[in-house]
């Protein structure tokens, strides 16, 4: 089986804005791209503590390679291409800040949970950064797609990192076919959402206990 056409350079922003739309600019160069959308809920697991502090999630990073909405592909271990004629709907820091916030607020484990840029009062503030969203071949036929977020869970009176932790996600396709590419990659970012709300519930729940943080709703 053959594989789907790549890009072989990496675009420049002013570009990947535009082919957010359905086509490319030009009447004699009009080019269909298949936006993809992940919708990501998860279930809260019984195990996860029901916590009376308040967090903030901070804009996930990334580099700008990985903060596009163009779907990344790694042919061999050095190349870095994306996928030609689809895209996704939003950048990988996008998709991910918006799973966790919808993920937080669906667990029913936490009332006071929000992006930082609310300026509600916090104990607690979950930093990310996205460093690979991509498909990996890895010299094999077919792809892995490959997700891996660093978090940080951090104090937000004294700025203390309560917990710093890798997440990695690799899920094989099975197939050069991009929507069972961009499937794989959903599928990856539901599971590391709802091991990410999970971790920061239970870590935060352990560094309350030990009286480090008196809630901030309580005044």
């Known amino acids: ?17 535009a ?4 086509s490319l600019l030009g009447s004699n160069e009009r080019s269909a791209v298949t936006i993809y ?3 990501v809920r998860i279930q ?5 503590p029901t916590v009376d502090w308040q967090l903030v999630l901070v804009k996930p990073s990334a580099a700008r390679v990985v903060d596009s909405p163009r779907i990344n592909v790694r042919p061999t271990p050095s190349e870095l291409e994306v996928y030609k004629g689809v895209s996704w709907a939003q950048p990988a820091t996008d998709m991910l ?7 937080f607020e669906d667990s029913g ?12 009062r916090a ?4 930093a990310m950064d996205v460093r690979r969203f991509e498909a990996d071949y890895r010299g094999q036929a077919t792809p892995t797609a490959l997700i891996e977020v660093n978090a940080k869970l951090i104090h937000v009176i004294d700025q203390r ?11 094989p396709v099975g197939s050069t076919d991009v929507a069972q590419v961009t499937a794989a990659l959903e599928q990856g970012l539901q599971t590391l959402t709802t091991n990410v709300v999970g971790w920061t519930l239970v870590t935060g729940e352990q560094d309350h206990a030990r009286g480090a943080v008196t809630p901030a709703r309580v005044r």
């Open 1 to 17: 089986m053959s594989r789907p056409t790549f890009f072989r350079p990496l675009l420049p922003i002013a570009l990947i804005a």
């Open 19 to 22: 082919l957010g739309g359905c």
């Open 37 to 39: 959308s992940p919708v």
């Open 44 to 48: 809260a697991d019984p195990s996860w």
């Open 97 to 103: 800040d918006d799973a966790l916030v919808r993920g």
């Open 109 to 120: 484990r936490i009332n006071g949970v929000a992006r930082v840029t609310t300026g509600i």
């Open 123 to 126: 104990d607690y503030k979950l």
């Open 161 to 171: 990192v309560v917990a710093d932790r890798t997440f990695r996600q690799e899920n």
